[in-house]
């Protein structure tokens, strides 16, 4: 269980948060709830998400079950160090998607006193560690990893298992395209996806 900071009140510095996991695994809905939490507090709240991301709406970070919360996007991470002024709590969506001067803007609001709370892919569709999801898990105070439920057998998911035939790391998508992963499935899934391209490709 997630539980806030702190006990020295002298100390004025802020922390970061990273949720983190599959697609389809709850992170932006865990990011909501968090910041709605702090709004309820009456503290000010500012969001951000990648200028890139407009699956749902333009201007909102929306959850695949259609929770909602009023963002600003934004084309590059510095954009977020000059628009996060006289914040208590700062939330950020997709977080994968930025440029990695993300780690250090995340890192210098902190050092401002603001509370950070990220939300990313820790893993793209290849299974590896995505962008600068990783730099931003080390660097946190807390990381919470959130997990989907496999589609093929139930378990747990990790894995964020592209159905598209395409090799592009940043490819916006939702069920038609990718589909939560157990770490045997997606296995079998990749095992089964190259001997079909290498038959294909024959």
């Known amino acids: 269980m997630f539980l806030e900071n702190?006990?020295?009140?002298?100390e004025q510095f802020g922390w970061i948060?990273?949720?983190?996991?599959?697609m389809f695994s709850g992170k932006t809905e865990?990011?909501?709830?968090?910041?709605?939490?702090?709004?309820?507090?009456?503290?000010?709240?500012?969001?951000?998400k990648p200028a890139i991301d407009v699956r749902y709406d333009e201007e909102e970070v929306v959850s695949h079950n259609d929770n909602r919360i009023r963002s600003t996007p934004v084309p590059a991470s510095a954009n977020i160090r000059l628009l996060a002024n006289n914040v208590d709590v700062v939330g950020i969506d997709e977080a994968q998607f930025f440029d990695d001067e993300i780690v250090a803007v995340c890192?210098?609001?902190?050092?401002r006193g603001i509370r950070v709370i990220v939300a990313g892919l820790d893993m793209d569709f290849k299974g590896n560690p995505f962008g600068p999801m990783p730099a931003l898990m080390a660097t946190a105070e807390y990381v919470t990893k959130v997990?989907?439920?496999?589609?093929?057998?139930?378990?747990?998911?990790?894995?964020?298992?592209?159905?598209?035939?395409?090799?592009?790391?940043?490819?916006?998508?939702?069920?038609?395209?990718?589909?939560?992963?157990?770490?045997?499935?997606?296995?079998?899934?990749t095992q089964e996806q190259n001997a079909q391209n290498k038959e294909e490709e024959e």
């Open 6 to 10: 702190t006990v020295n009140h002298t």
């Open 17 to 22: 948060e990273v949720i983190c996991g599959s």
């Open 30 to 48: 865990e990011l909501i709830r968090r910041l709605k939490r702090a709004k309820f507090a009456k503290q000010r709240v500012e969001i951000f």
């Open 107 to 111: 890192n210098d609001l902190a050092n």
């Open 147 to 189: 997990h989907a439920v496999c589609t093929k057998t139930g378990n747990l998911a990790h894995y964020s298992f592209r159905k598209a035939d395409s090799e592009n790391i940043v490819l916006l998508g939702e069920t038609q395209e990718y589909e939560p992963l157990s770490r045997a499935a997606y296995y079998k899934a």
